[in-house]
């Protein structure tokens, strides 16, 4: 059983920055694809951003291309998801997954294991 805990939601200003952290604890973390979702009030869970297992490819969401970026440390168990020009549209609670042996999907039914979130509110 993998456990997955969120850090680093906060209230921001529109085109702040912020750093969200995922760490992981129970297997072998190296051996996971790491996904990044969000879920607005009222909304359907969405795909964010992804980091296959080897840390080799990642992959976006086009509303976030070229202000996100994920990446991961395997020596701290720990995956990141940078935050750039912040939108007040990025407002959402934001979750790490975890998919064995994941190439990075943006598809929820393929993840494993979930953390249990950690709100972003961009004001405007």
């Known amino acids: 059983q993998m456990q997955l805990i969120e850090s680093g939601g906060r209230l921001v200003q529109a085109g702040g920055s912020l750093r969200l952290s995922c760490a992981a604890s129970g297997l072998t973390f190296s051996s996971y694809g790491l996904g990044w979702f969000r879920q607005a009030p009222g909304k359907e869970r969405e795909f964010v951003a992804a980091i296959s297992w080897s840390g080799a490819t990642t992959y976006y969401a086009n509303s976030v291309k070229g202000r996100f970026t994920a990446s991961r440390d395997n020596e701290k168990n720990t995956v990141y998801l940078q935050m750039r020009s912040l939108k007040p549209e990025d407002t959402a609670v934001y979750y790490c997954?975890?998919?064995?042996w994941g190439l990075g999907s943006a598809n929820v039914e393929r993840y494993d294991y979930w953390g249990q979130g950690t709100q972003v509110t961009v004001s405007s």
């Open positions: 997954a975890a998919e064995h």
